[in-house]
């Protein structure tokens, strides 16, 4: 320790920001959204916390709430939170979303500082830290099989390519989704999922059809209300799907009478058209292919 007029000089405090992107991936276009956390592991106290971000771009979703500072500008215009003190041991947390935006990957640039200055400061003299050194931004995929966003409102959807042609012979969408909630869908070659025969069940691996349909929606459930997972078909009928979740499959059969549930005790199952997509009624995340 160094001394200094009046007593002894404090060490710097040990700050440190941490970025999560919610999802990994999205095209180019759609909602990227994030968690940043910035936690104060001591020993001295800030004085004055600043969020700032690289990119004048206005934040298309804010949430501030969950300290209580009620810190940050509203959606609409570039964030800048202005968080006062952070006291040793504490921590701040600010969910954000933006419309993405480039190729390759999307990154606001996230910068904690307590100037209240964005990147003004190459030297980090006023004790300006960078983001989080494992973040690497957003990346913006090109795969058309995936679909990927930060639903923002209630009741929302996720979808990949619609448009069904020889190569494109299915398409996925997920809706109903609950409020900012990262949410990811994938068919084609790289979707995963397993089956393993039930006879007793009424499960021939060999007669699976179609592709996986790949659903994540949040942290991976269950939900207090069923998430609609609509899977459209260049040709064929199901009869039912199975559902291959970590650690287990199910078959999922056509609800009573052909109608949407109306309760959890009903999930999971399905509706058919009559044409070519059939709506999944479900709580969970997993896989999906027509039996």
Known sequence: MLAAAGGVQAS???????????????PSGATAGYVVTITNNGPSNISSLYLVTKTTAPATYVDDSGDGRDACTPEGVALKCSFGALTAGQHVTVTVGYTSSGTGSFDPGFEGNTTGQAFTDPKRSHGDTLVDGDFTGTTLSTDKNYGGSFNITVGGFVANNASLTGQNKQSTKVSNLPGATAATVLDGPNATGSCTPDADAGIDCAKLFGEWSEV???????????????????????????????GGQEKVSQCAGNVAPTSASQLPCFTWDGHNTASIYTLNNGSWKGL
């Open 12 to 26: 710097p405090p040990n700050w440190v920001m941490d970025v999560t992107a919610l999802p990994g991936a999205v």
């Open 216 to 246: 994540t929606v949040g942290t991976g459930g269950p939900y207090d209300s069923a998430i609609v997972i609509q899977i459209t078909f260049k040709s064929g009928t199901p009869t039912g799907f199975l559902h291959s979740f970590t």
